[in-house]
């Protein structure tokens, strides 16, 4: 399984960078790496997602390592509105499915 | 405007009573899924579909059953659920994923089910 890891929570203050981290080791050459968040109990949002180089757009700037092994998701200027739980997702195409890891609770504190 | 609906929102049920709950997607998407989700374990994959008449096991099918008759349409059926299938519940839907383009995954509102 190409599971994901992540840490189970992170703290950020409002209007620094929330750096969150995810370790998926055995990704394949092919897949891509996403990341969705999901507030209180609504329908997870997408946020963005990576193949081998760095990303951005106007939510967050996703940065891979060379070895894809692990990600970091990172929120330029988090808001309180941005305290939610974080999923680190791989898609296996041998599978056409997606594996959702257990994600990140990001508190973002005044 | 471009969304994913699930139908119902709340449903408290009693064990052994069939029951479905419909998904229903304006996209024109290939790609629909079903979730679970519940504490501490995330969102795990109970069926998917690549596209009309095309189902698949996610990770957790036991006691569930779907159907892709339509392409907008993907509805989830507990033929007989009991209380372990008490969970909320999303459908999903995308262009086919893994091509790099136009990769969102548009997620339902959600279901939430007790089961008694």
């Known amino acids: 399984d190409a599971k994901t890891t992540q840490p189970p929570s992170m703290d950020c203050a409002e209007g620094r960078a929330a750096n969150l981290p995810c370790n998926h080791s055995?990704?394949?050459?092919?897949?891509?790496v996403y990341w969705y968040r999901q507030i209180h109990s609504q329908g997870p949002q997408y946020i963005i997602h990576g193949l081998k180089n760095n990303e951005t757009n106007e939510m967050a700037s996703l940065i891979i390592t060379e070895d894809r092994k692990s990600s970091t998701l990172i929120l330029p200027h988090a808001t309180l509105r941005d305290t939610a739980v974080y999923y680190c997702i791989v898609f296996r195409y041998n599978f056409n499915k997606f594996y959702f890891g257990s994600g990140t609770k990001l508190n973002v504190k005044p | 405007e471009a969304q994913v609906t699930q139908n119902p929102r709340y449903l408290i049920t009693v064990t052994g009573k069939k029951l479905t709950v419909t998904c229903s997607q304006n996209?024109?998407?290939?790609?629909m899924s079903w979730y679970r989700q519940d504490p501490g374990l995330g969102l795990r994959q109970i069926y998917y579909s690549m596209n009309v008449e095309v189902t698949d096991k996610g990770d957790v099918p036991e006691g569930y059953k779907v159907s892709r008759k339509e392409k907008r349409n993907f509805p989830l059926i507990l033929e007989s659920p009991s209380p372990n299938q008490t969970s909320l519940y999303f459908c999903?839907?995308?262009?086919?994923?893994?091509?790099?383009?136009?990769?969102?995954?548009?997620f339902g509102p959600g279901t939430r089910l007790l089961v008694l």
């Open positions: 996209m024109n998407h290939e790609y």
């Open positions: 999903a839907s995308s262009l086919v994923p893994g091509t790099g383009v136009q990769e969102t995954q548009y």
């Open positions: 055995t990704i394949s050459g092919n897949e891509y």
